[in-house]
């Protein structure tokens, strides 16, 4: 399976901490990139990231790309109740076209 | 501006009936994309669309799964005959241009229970 891998599966955090999800792939690769899923709903976009770079930041997001890893992390900083989603990552193989191939997401909780 | 449209929000067939799925993409937006979701699991990718083109089905099952996009009115995902095995979130995205570097527009989904 070309599926990537999400760890940690859960994380549970307060408000105003920091949360970590990483990610990693099996493929090379054009771009990567992260979407959100609030329950029982559709994906949303947060951030893409292309082979070439190593960081982008959106806001309170946070990523990093390791080519060499094959693997990203998202940072989302000083958490909300309402940042509780599941997060999946998302690679973009070179195949000339959109395809994306999803991780197995992080659900994350975090309490007020 | 309307987003993704998905229709219907939720759908119950018997197992053996046809399940018929839409998806109307962001006005302009002449590329589809159909993913699966099962329960604590990622989307699988199912098949890409283009205008009244089939680019790529290798996500979807040979048998009982079929694709289109027409010149005029939504995508339709089609399942004949369904098992339970079918019963999963399907998820319709679009994009603009098809660019490998544009993000995917996602509708809310289908679920799809199959008693």
């Known amino acids: 399976s070309q599926q990537g891998e999400e760890d940690p599966q859960a994380l549970s955090i307060q408000e105003g901490e920091n949360a970590t999800m990483n990610c990693s792939y099996k493929t090379s690769i054009n771009n990567l990139q992260w979407y959100?899923?609030?329950?029982?709903?559709?994906?949303?976009?947060?951030?893409?990231?292309?082979?070439?770079?190593?960081?982008?930041?959106?806001?309170?997001?946070?990523?990093?790309?390791?080519?060499?890893?094959?693997?990203?992390?998202?940072?989302?900083?000083?958490?909300?109740?309402?940042?509780?989603a599941s997060y999946f990552c998302a690679t973009v193989p070179n195949t000339g076209f959109q395809k994306l191939v999803f991780g197995t997401g992080t659900r994350l909780l975090v309490s007020p | 501006?309307?987003?993704?449209?998905?229709?219907?929000?939720?759908?119950?067939?018997?197992?053996?009936?046809e399940a018929r799925l839409?998806?109307?993409?962001?006005?302009?937006?002449?590329?589809?994309?159909?993913?699966?979701?099962?329960?604590?699991?990622?989307?699988?990718?199912?098949?890409?669309?283009?205008?009244?083109?089939?680019?790529?089905?290798?996500?979807m099952p040979k048998?009982?799964?079929?694709?289109?996009?027409?010149?005029?009115?939504?995508?339709?995902?089609?399942i004949q005959q369904v098992v339970r095995g079918d019963s999963a979130a399907y998820f319709c995205a679009s994009s603009p241009t098809g660019a490998t570097n544009e993000k995917l527009f996602f509708g809310s989904g289908t679920q799809l229970s199959v008693l």
């Not at chain 2, 501006?1 to 009936?17: I, K, S, T």
């Not at chain 2, 048998?63 to 089609?78: M, N, V, Y």
């Open chain 1, 36 to 84: 959100r899923q609030n329950s029982g709903r559709g994906l949303v976009h947060l951030i893409l990231i292309r082979s070439n770079e190593r960081e982008k930041h959106s806001g309170r997001l946070r990523v990093t790309l390791d080519t060499s890893k094959k693997s990203s992390s998202l940072l989302i900083t000083a958490s909300r109740a309402a940042d509780t």
């Open chain 2, 1 to 17: 501006n309307a987003g993704v449209m998905q229709n219907p929000r939720h759908l119950v067939r018997r197992r053996g009936q």
């Open chain 2, 22 to 59: 839409r998806c109307s993409p962001v006005k302009g937006h002449s590329h589809v994309y159909w993913y699966r979701q099962l329960p604590e699991e990622g989307l699988k990718f199912m098949v890409y669309l283009q205008k009244e083109n089939i680019i790529d089905e290798s996500g």
């Open chain 2, 63 to 78: 048998e009982r799964f079929s694709a289109e996009f027409p010149k005029e009115g939504p995508s339709i995902l089609r």
